[in-house]
Nanobody, 126 residues
Framework: QVQLVESGGGLVQAGGSLRLSCAAS????????MGWFRQAPGKEREFVAA????????SYADSVKGRFTISRDAAKNTVYLQMNSLKPEDTAVYYC???????????????????WGQGTQVTVSS
């Protein structure tokens, strides 16, 4: 059974930092891209960041460029999202996602992804 489990969410003041983790189990995700989406109350889910299987290629939404960094540890089957300079508008449930087939990192936000985590809440207070 494939599982993606996010952790690391919480409440932080504006300007603060959080590091999200997404641990994969049930299969090896090291050969496939992984990424993050988020969904704020009353809004559609939106792409945040993605990383290639090697970690050599990444992509980011314009709204988080320069503030968020995605990385992965293949040995741990885990992907991370380091979030700095957080803003109240970053408040959302953050989900990690992956697939069992190739997905272009540069087009990550356009795909319907196969595997999803349960989400972790990030709340940024002003």
């Amino acid at each position: 059974q494939v599982q993606l489990v996010e952790s690391g969410g919480g409440l932080v003041q504006a300007g603060g930092s959080l590091r999200l983790s997404c641990a994969a189990s049930g299969r090896t995700f090291s050969s496939y891209a992984m990424g993050w989406f988020r969904q704020a109350p009353g809004k559609e889910r939106e792409f945040v960041a993605a990383i290639s299987w090697s970690g050599g290629s990444t992509s980011y939404a314009d709204s988080v460029k320069g503030r968020f960094t995605i990385s992965r540890d293949a040995a741990k089957n885990t992907v991370y999202l380091q979030m700095n300079s957080l803003k109240p508008e970053d408040t959302a449930v953050y989900y990690c996602a992956s697939d069992g087939t190739f997905r272009s990192v540069s087009s990550w936000g356009e795909y319907e992804h196969e595997y999803w985590g349960q989400g972790t809440q990030v709340t940024v207070s002003s």
